[in-house]
């Protein structure tokens, strides 16, 4: 699942991205109001994380802007500010939960999870193909009853896969996706991850998912 983080203070911007991606989430990090917007208005996000105070575009007016627009996605409020009014003022513009500074990451990730399971009552928490699941508000991929140990990158890619399937990836845009980066045509750590992946999804079934396009790509199909 994919989540923005727009915060300005770079230190707990970085601290919130770096708990989230080792929980095997995809994060965004804007740096103010303005260029939250703009990432929000861009792509769709599974989840926002804004704070209070911001420079150029303060974070009660940028939801008040994604909610004009229909943006659906459920919003946490970080803040320094935690008196009853302040909380009530979030909710009311249209906040689905509040944390105030400082707060432990457990307590985040665990409303995180809350939030994406009230969205998962409206929305699919879990993708398919074959015999292989990924659920994606625990981060479990199963396949014919086995549980299947996923490092970040892995479910990131397996995701990408999954959400892209019976689609040619090229490995530029598997770069760029996963890495965030353009492809360098001198490294192979697209082939590598990918061939852990086959290992760890296909192993010893007979029907093989993740398939090799020559002078291309891969893609994810049932044979």
Known sequence: MKILVVEDEK????FIKKGL?????????AA???????RAFSQPYDLLILDILMPKKDGLTMLQD??????SAPVLMITAKGTVEDKVKGLDTGADDYLVKPFAFAELLARVRSLLRRRGSDAATHLTIGDLTLDLVTHKAKRGGRTIELTAKEYMLLEYFMRNKNNVLSRMTISEHIWHYNFDTGTNIIDVFVNHLRTKIDGKSEKRLIHTVRGVGYMLKET
């Open 11 to 14: 230190k707990v911007a970085a």
């Open 21 to 29: 991606e080792q929980e095997h989430y995809t994060v965004d990090v």
């Open 32 to 38: 103010n109001g303005e260029e939250g917007e703009q």
């Open 66 to 71: 994604i909610r004009a627009k229909n943006i």
